[in-house]
């Protein structure tokens, strides 16, 4: 009940129009109900007549027929059921209508409230999130969660109709109608065990969907070393391992929906049939009474069923809403500071001092001090581990030193305006990121701020322009699944042009040209410095290529957590 009274107030307006249309629509079916018993009295006590006294059991519906001015009629009477039945079922279509589009809603409202979480939080967050959990998240959770919505609001649906047929039952016979619920609610009591069981299976399902995804991700991006060494049966055994798994929590849930279906059926209608047997045998109830309230107590159980059932599915998606909710919290609670209000520029340079930043208490960076003039090129080297790619994410503010500074022409990081900042950077990483999309979009990423025009200068900037002028289509031309119709030296000066799109005063090259071949390294080489050049570019590169330690204007070497500046000839040695 908690999931459904957070959906409640989370949708209100909504809610609120479901709830008087589900209200309205109980009333207008128990009232039109009570046309059954003068009905059933006039056809069973009187022979068949079709007049009748508005005293007795339906003494309030009768009275208003009379009050309006209509006849007392056994066509008057069957005129009422049928129109309430319409009116109840145009009432619950509305209902549903908008039970419809909050499913859809509530889908989509999670997937953004996840989606703004997870681009405001620090990127600490993102080093111990597998991408399979986010996959997960942003894809299965929301819908299952969703549908929690679904069955909690017809569980409310049945709940109320359940509600109507009761009152109308206490007006024929509240002491069997009473005695009548409590039978029903120890058979739904005793039920409840198979409720619990889809509970305990959609938390399951929900634990090994994550893990699914997330061994799934892993092992597509290693689909191709593992079939090069013929090894993609590891692949196989892992992922079959956990799809096992996911298949017997589906069939726990499904052998607990079945079985609830299956035994709700028998205990209801001994439930019926012990009904009609003590109101007509043992507490001689007149014959017209006891069929409506046979009617009427059906009814009840056939809502009172469907309400279980409906709580039992709602149970079952529950976890996957817990579980989505956890993920944006934990997001929400590692947000990223935004920084100060001063606006940033780069006309002197970048200075780190007496930088120290360590991983969980693993020491990285210890007293390192270092500078990237403006303007010129600047390499980092030294062996993995070094703290090579740390630099680069204080630089651009992803993480934050436990001791010293950051300065950008002399102002300190934190007293600047960080997404201003990230805005004057375009960033190579070593990875290749290139969309199932034209050259066009590649280039500019969708933003809706770049036009053709910018993309063109930003592929003659990167010396792409060439060979994309002279695909089919130009620029938009499909470059293929991460860019396969292209070569790896395409494919890089469309990343280069990429982060050069928006004219950027700082361009990062994290190792973007370690996969490529020596002439092709020394062609984006020769880029790189026509950049400089040309646009008076800041550029700081992590390099192990001596082609790109040959045109730096300076290169440390980054060692023992501290940075060491180099001569060009010694770093090339070094390197060497």
């Not at 001090?369 to 204080?394: N, Q, R, W, Y």
């Not at 050049?533 to 290529?545: D, E, K, P, R, V």
């Amino acid at each position: 009940m908690r999931l459904l009274l957070r959906f409640l107030r989370a949708y209100p307006h909504q809610s609120l129009i479901v709830l008087v249309a589900l209200v309205l629509a109980g009333l207008v079916e128990g009232v039109s109900m009570t046309a059954l018993l003068p009905m059933l009295s006039s056809v069973v006590e009187s022979g068949g007549a079709l007049e009748m006294e508005a005293d007795g059991k339906a003494a309030y519906l009768l009275k208003a027929l009379q009050w309006v001015g209509l006849p007392l009629t056994l066509g008057v009477l069957i005129v009422v059921l049928v129109v309430g039945t319409v009116l109840r079922s145009g009432l619950v279509l509305v209902a549903k209508k908008y039970v419809g589009y909050t499913i859809a809603q509530v889908a989509t409202d999670l997937r953004l409230q996840l989606l703004d979480a997870l681009l405001k939080a620090k990127w600490n967050f993102y080093l111990g999130l597998p991408l399979g959990t986010l996959a997960n998240a942003m894809s299965t959770e929301p819908n299952r969660a969703s549908m929690a919505y679904f069955h909690g609001t017809n569980m409310l649906a049945a709940a109320i109709q359940a509600f109507a047929y009761v009152a109308v039952a206490l007006t024929v016979s509240w002491t069997a109608t009473l005695a009548y619920l409590g039978g029903a609610v120890v058979v739904l009591a005793i039920l409840q065990f198979f409720v619990r069981m889809a509970k305990k299976a959609g938390k399951r399902q929900t634990r090994v969907l994550k893990a699914l995804l997330r061994q799934l991700t892993d092992c597509l991006q290693s689909v191709k070393p593992l079939k090069a060494m013929g090894r993609e049966e590891l692949a196989d055994r892992v992922i079959a391992s956990e799809t096992k798994r996911l298949n017997k929590a589906l069939q726990k849930e499904v052998l607990s929906k079945e079985a609830l279906k299956a035994v709700q059926g028998p205990a209801f209608l001994g439930l019926v049939s012990g009904g009609f047997y003590v109101g007509y045998v043992l507490w001689h109830m007149p014959t017209a009474e006891v069929m409506v309230l046979l009617i009427l107590l059906s009814r009840v159980l056939s809502a009172m069923g469907r309400m279980q059932r409906m709580h039992q599915n709602m149970v079952s998606c529950e976890s996957a809403y817990w579980s989505l909710l956890g993920t944006i919290e934990e997001a929400r609670r590692a947000v990223e500071p935004t920084g100060g209000e001063r606006r940033p520029t780069l006309s002197r340079g970048i200075a780190l001092e007496d930088v120290h930043f360590a991983y969980k208490r693993r020491p990285v960076l210890q007293g390192l001090s270092l500078v990237i003039p403006a303007g010129e090129l600047t390499a980092l080297i030294g062996f993995s581990g070094a703290g090579k790619t740390t630099v680069v994410d204080l630089v651009t503010g992803l993480l934050r030193p436990q001791s010293g500074r950051i300065l950008i022409d002399g102002v300190d990081l934190v007293e600047i305006d960080l997404h201003a900042w990230r805005r004057l950077i375009g960033y190579v990483p070593q990875e290749n990121l290139l969309l199932h999309d034209t050259v066009l979009t590649n280039v500019t990423f969708g933003d809706p701020g770049l036009t053709a025009a910018d993309a063109e200068w930003a592929l003659k900037a990167a010396g792409a322009w060439e060979f994309v002028s002279r695909l089919p289509e130009g620029m938009q031309t499909v470059v293929g699944e991460r860019g396969a119709r292209l070569s790896g030296g395409q494919r890089q000066r469309i990343m280069i042009a990429r982060a050069l799109a928006h004219r950027p005063r700082l361009l990062i090259l994290d190792e973007a040209t370690s996969a490529l071949d020596p002439e092709t390294q020394r062609a984006i080489c020769r880029t790189l410095q026509d950049l400089k050049q040309a646009y008076a570019l800041t550029i700081l590169a992590i390099s192990h290529q001596p082609s790109i330690v040959e045109i730096a204007d300076r290169v440390y070497q980054l060692e023992k957590g501290k940075a060491r500046l180099l001569e060009a000839p010694k770093a090339v040695a070094v390197l060497g």
